[in-house]
């Protein structure tokens, strides 16, 4: 006769979310230190990694060793013996040096978001930002543009982390029926790099903060694009959008609130023909909000970061685009938990 086993309750989850704090600074701290960037270059002992980070002996083997279980780093040998080199997606992703490094957002979370979330609680009970503010510092983009190596930090950072949502946009995405594009708060340009590069008939127009011009001119300069890309400098909050076939907006809405966002979709509404498309890059949270992790996870980062950001469905888009006009709103899987949002005029 069978015998069914009573199903065992099992609290490996809980420690394993409850602790992930260790995990992610281990990688964090490995990211500032440039681990994967030193490594990419060949593989290195303890010893020779040692010496070159700066490291104490105390700790390093348990260091290394951890991002091997982490499955950030190859080894063979062990400890004395042991020869580190990196995976292939900290290989590819973690290299400063390579221009699909997407270090800078962890960086960023390291430098600044890490001790901000210790607040959670904070925010929670409160409502308000719980980052710079808090101290009297400036709002963050307020001090992000105010200085220039900051900005270039941060535009790369953001740059690298959407990368692939770009790319499977320019691919995915039928612009065959389009001409122009206008990417409002365009940052470095990388939107319409990717969807020049893979559609020879676009013109693209990335708009954005004068501040953001250089370091957007130079990247479009580099990759051989000046011929299809303008660079344009305004305020979205000021200026009316560019005219264009289609308005792209790529992480934007999510740091603002409702009436900022309805005034947005606006704006896009009035500077598209009949038939165009504004396209919103989001980590999009699924309408029944319960799988998108990192999409509510985002949203709660919003609530740290700025005083009434926050980020939301499909459902949330298609209601705030059907009110002011659009006719027809669909959702586009990109990479990771990230979707376009699609509204069609």
């Known amino acids: 006769m069978e015998i069914l086993q009573e199903k065992q309750v099992d609290p490996s989850k809980i420690m394993q979310i409850g602790m992930g704090f260790w995990a992610s600074k281990t990688l964090l701290t490995a990211v500032n230190l440039s681990l994967f960037t030193l490594l990419a270059k060949g593989e290195l002992s303890g010893f020779e990694i040692q010496n070159k980070l700066g490291l104490h002996k105390r700790s390093l083997y348990d260091f290394l060793d951890t991002l091997v279980a982490l499955g950030f ?8 013996s ?10 590819l992703f973690l290299d400063k040096d390579k221009p699909s490094y997407i270090g800078g957002i962890l960086e960023m979370s390291n430098n600044r978001l890490y001790p901000f979330w210790n607040d959670l609680e904070e925010g929670l009970k409160t409502g308000k930002p719980q980052n710079e503010t808090k101290n009297g510092g400036k709002p963050l983009f307020e001090a992000i543009y105010a200085n220039e190596d900051r900005l270039r930090e941060f535009i790369h950072g953001m740059g ?76 979205f909050f000021v200026d009316d959008f560019p005219k264009a076939d289609v308005i792209t907006m790529g992480n934007i809405l999510h740091d603002w609130g ?7 979709i606006k704006k896009a509404y009035n500077a598209l023909p009949k038939g165009g ?10 309408n029944e909000r319960n ?41 586009m899987p990109l990479t990771g938990p990230s979707s376009a949002v699609i509204a069609i005029k």
């Open 160 to 235: 690298g982390v959407q990368a692939g949502n770009f790319m499977t946009l320019a691919q995915k995405f039928d612009f065959s029926k389009y001409n122009t594009l206008c990417d409002i708060g365009g940052s470095g340009a990388n939107l319409s790099i990717h969807v020049a590069k893979n559609n020879n008939h676009m013109r693209c127009i990335s708009f954005d903060l004068p501040a953001v011009n250089p370091v957007a001119t130079e990247n479009v300069y580099k990759i051989g694009l000046s011929d299809k890309i303008t660079i344009r400098s305004g305020d």
């Open 291 to 331: 799988k998108n992790a990192f999409g509510l996870m985002m949203s709660l980062n919003m609530m740290i970061e700025t005083e009434d950001g926050f980020d939301f469905t499909a459902k949330d888009f298609e209601n705030w685009a059907t009110d002011v006009g659009f006719k027809e709103v669909s959702v």
């Open 277 to 286: 498309a504004l396209i919103v890059i989001e980590n999009i949270i699924d």
């Open 73 to 80: 780093l190859n080894r063979s040998g062990i400890k004395n």
């Open 82 to 91: 042991a020869v580190y080199s990196n995976v292939e997606d900290a290989n």
């Open 258 to 264: 409702i009436d900022e966002k309805m005034m947005l």
